[in-house]
């Protein structure tokens, strides 16, 4: 049921946003297939959003393993020779959509269901869901546990890969990201519940969902990266030829993703809390109480089918960074700067 309507949330999106955002003929035509260029402009913030609002769409989690083989052979094929006898533009563009929602763009491997972005809408909601009705403070630290180590997992799978990671680390990583988010919730819930009259408690705990979720996504996300700050990330130029690794790099691809994963709890855990807080919505559920979650879980999928990809586009998925802000070894270079994968 969960991945029904998170579908047909997505594809009433995907189907009616690009025309306000990027234009009608983007939408009707798609532009030559380039394996170099994006389908969408990502100098621009609406263009990196139609990206994202593709990528994050549950219909590639229906794709089987040798579907998502097949789609990368079919570019390996055109990469060769430029050109694939039969093959359309637009089904070449949905290839690459496929392995880019499938495969991880460092390794090459097959990112788990669960933990792509085309999955986060489908198995994280439920749990938002959870935070948002919860009002003890047992459940509220039990949902957001469940929350940040899907989070947690997700941060992991689509990392930048080219810095290692070891069992150890990430475990030491796991424990202190879910950790800290668990503590941000419980701590937040029983300062209200101590400090309001029971009424107003209630009130304010389907608000506590929010606050504690940017500060733990944020942490957890940054836990989970931070080995890249230390160890660095590999850098490349226009070309894709490797110039080595960079700490410079890291840190600006850990900090734009940290930005992120805090943004995307507002509008998923800001706007249902509202929602379920007017005074019609209160009158109605107070009247049928059934309703509670059905209107709740309608807002999280609208709020969450927004606000994912439009907080994964607030910077590209390739960083750029300039050569005179790196380390000293790459100031010999004759470029003005460098390319990165910042990481989802």
Known sequence: IFFRVAQSTMAFLQSYLPT????????????????????????????????MLD??????????HQEVLDASKLLKDYKK??????????????????????LHPDTGELIPRPFRMSG?????????VGAVMATSTPAIALVHWMNQTHNALINYSNRNASSPLSNVQLFVSY????GSAVSVAFGLATAIKTRLPPAQAAAALRFVAMPASMVAS??????????ELASGINVKDAEGNDHGISKAAATKAVQDTVVSRAALSVP???FPAVVMTLPPVTAVVARHPRLGLPISFSALMLAFGLGLPAAIAMSPQTGTIPVKSMEPEFQKLSLSELYYNKGL
């Open 268 to 270: 998923v855990f800001g």
């Open 20 to 51: 306000f955002v990027v234009g009608e003929r983007v939408r009707a035509k798609p532009p030559p297939f380039s394996l170099k260029t994006e389908k969408y402009n990502q100098d621009t913030f609406a263009g990196r959003f139609c990206k």
């Open 120 to 128: 986060f809408l489908v198995f994280n909601a439920p749990i938002c």
């Open 218 to 227: 944020a942490s957890n996300c940054y836990m989970m990266r931070k080995h």
């Open 81 to 102: 020779s430029g050109y694939v006898p039969g093959v359309t533009d637009e089904e070449l563009w949905a290839a690459r959509s496929l392995t880019a929602s499938a």
């Open 55 to 64: 990528l994050t769409n549950p219909k590639y989690l229906l794709a089987t």
């Open 175 to 178: 424990c202190t990201a879910v």
